[in-house]
């Protein structure tokens, strides 16, 4: 599996941006997407995931300012932050869990998209 993400930038504090990852290869197996994100000197930490069955997961400091979604396709995973705030500034990756009976996981990931949010 493969993983383009874009639609990172530079924002002002209160503003949005809207984040694309898309997946190509052997999607057929993907189970879970999602988003995670590091900030400079911290570790990687979990934004927001999806499962084939729609099924949402967000960071509890997130607080209703993102949302996570994927196309009919589920070939291309989106994240809507609004809101935004200076804290939210990092390298953010895109992710995929392929799944194939009866427990062969493996993690895929994306190279990330800078997100800058100015004071």
């Known amino acids: 599996v493969q993983l383009q993400a874009s639609g990172g930038g530079l924002v002002q504090a209160g503003g949005f941006l809207r984040l694309s990852c898309t997946a190509s290869g052997s999607i057929s197996n993907i189970w879970r997407m999602g988003w995670s994100r590091q900030a400079p000197g911290k570790q990687r930490e979990l934004v927001a995931t999806i499962t084939t069955g729609n099924d949402t997961n967000y960071a509890d400091y997130l607080k209703g300012r993102f949302t996570i979604s994927r196309d009919n396709a589920k070939t291309t995973l989106y994240l809507q932050m609004n809101s935004l705030k200076p804290e939210d500034t990092g390298v953010y990756y895109c992710?995929?869990?392929?799944?194939?009976?009866?427990?062969?996981?493996?993690?895929?990931w994306g190279q990330g998209t800078q997100v800058t949010v100015s004071s």
């Open positions: 992710n995929a869990v392929s799944f194939r009976p009866p427990a062969d996981f493996v993690n895929f």
